[in-house]
């Protein structure tokens, strides 16, 4: 096992959970059903770098499109009018910059940014997608890794809220993020 973070193999557990527990607490709390996530992974890790300090869980399960379009049902999934993070990021960002969102659900950074901003947005929800789209914003399903390798311009900035805990491969995730940035961005 190594860090996804810095690749170091001087991690240690934390705790080890029982998946069956997650599919368990998934069904009772949320009515979703989760088992085939974890089929083939009876249980997690939950595990400290203690090289650069990352608490992460191995292996790397993440969600598919069927886990988001059954969460997306909730509404306070997607609630976004009140994210302090967009406010924060938001002052970086100058009159006709190039942004691109990665994970951006159905857009709603956008409304946190000049009008001059050109905006692109990443996600893999096809819901969430329709709902960007009817706003008029460009809005791509395409992982970020595929799109620094195909994009033909690149941005003034980068930026991506609460995906990267959804990421199995952060490292990837972050090279492919500074790919898709211009010098100096
Ligand atoms: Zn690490």
């Known amino acids: 096992m190594h860090c996804p973070a810095c690749y170091s193999d001087k991690c240690e557990t934390v705790e080890t959970i029982n998946t069956g527990d997650i599919i368990k607490l998934y069904k009772r709390v949320l009515g979703i059903d989760v088992s085939k996530l974890f089929s083939g992974t009876p249980l997690i890790e939950y595990t400290h770098c203690l090289a650069c300090d990352l608490r992460f869980f191995f292996p790397w399960v993440s969600g598919d499109e069927v886990f988001y379009e059954e969460l997306q049902e909730f509404d306070w999934y997607y609630d976004e ?9 938001s002052q970086f960002i100058a009159e006709g910059a190039s942004v691109l969102e990665v994970g951006c659900g159905n857009g709603a950074f956008r409304s946190f940014l000049p009008t001059s901003v050109a905006y692109t947005g990443l996600e893999f929800n096809d819901k969430a997608i ?6 008029g914003l460009d809005v791509k399903k395409c992982p970020v890794e595929k ?31 500074a790919k898709a940035t211009k010098h100096g961005g």
């Open 130 to 135: 329709r709902k960007a789209q009817a706003l």
């Open 81 to 89: 009018t009140e994210k302090p993070e967009y406010l924060f990021a």
């Open 147 to 177: 799109y620094a390798e195909t994009a033909d311009l690149l941005h003034d900035v980068v930026c991506s809220f609460q995906v990267i805990e959804h990421v199995s491969e952060p490292r990837k995730f972050f090279a492919s993020c």
